[in-house]
């Protein structure tokens, strides 16, 4: 495959970037209790973040940069609402404590398996795409109103198992195509 080199400022990466208008309009509407409003932004969060692939696709505009940088978001956006559902009572504190806390070791593995690989990457994982996926839907599930407490609990278990799985091959495995 040939290289090329992709503009940090693409049609892909403005979707990606789109995704952070979504955080004041679900802090106001958690702050003013207003679930059903809550629940509409983090579908459109949710929504830009399956779109941003689609967009890097139709615009011929896939880069590492873009990679990470919805990883980045990703973290960002779930994790603040996570945070924000937690702080106002309408999911339980201690999974989101754990959540974030394995979402945080994960994402310094990810640092580290991009030192072991020599350049910038973005680690795969199907497993962690699934789960984040999960916390879209949680977070979801936090603004409906829906009997959240046992989807929430059963999540760090499901988390821990995908994060050492991942440990193993971001910090022993050997990484494919690192620099010697």
Not at 55 to 78: H, M, P, Q, W
């Amino acid at each position: 495959m040939e290289a090329r080199i992709v503009s940090k400022i693409n049609p892909a990466n403005a979707v990606t970037a789109s995704r952070f208008f979504c955080l004041p309009g679900i802090v106001w509407a958690v702050d003013n209790g207003y679930h059903q409003w809550a629940t509409l932004f983090v579908l459109i969060c949710g929504l830009l973040d399956k779109v941003d692939g689609l967009v890097a696709k139709i615009f011929n505009c896939r880069s590492v940069f873009g990679e990470l940088f919805d990883a980045i978001t990703d973290g960002i956006c779930y994790g603040f609402c996570l945070i924000l559902l937690a702080w106002y009572g309408w999911v339980p504190v201690i999974p989101v404590v754990a959540m974030i806390v394995l979402g945080l070791a994960n994402s310094g593995m990810r640092i580290i398996y991009g030192k072991r690989a020599g350049r910038a990457t973005n680690y795969k994982s199907y497993a962690m795409e699934r789960l984040v996926a999960y916390t879209a839907y949680l977070i979801g599930f936090g603004t409906a109103q829906f009997e959240v407490d046992f989807y929430f609990w059963l999540y760090p278990p499901l988390m821990i198992v995908v994060v050492l799985h991942d440990a193993k091959r971001m910090l022993v495995d050997a990484v494919p195509g690192a620099n010697a």
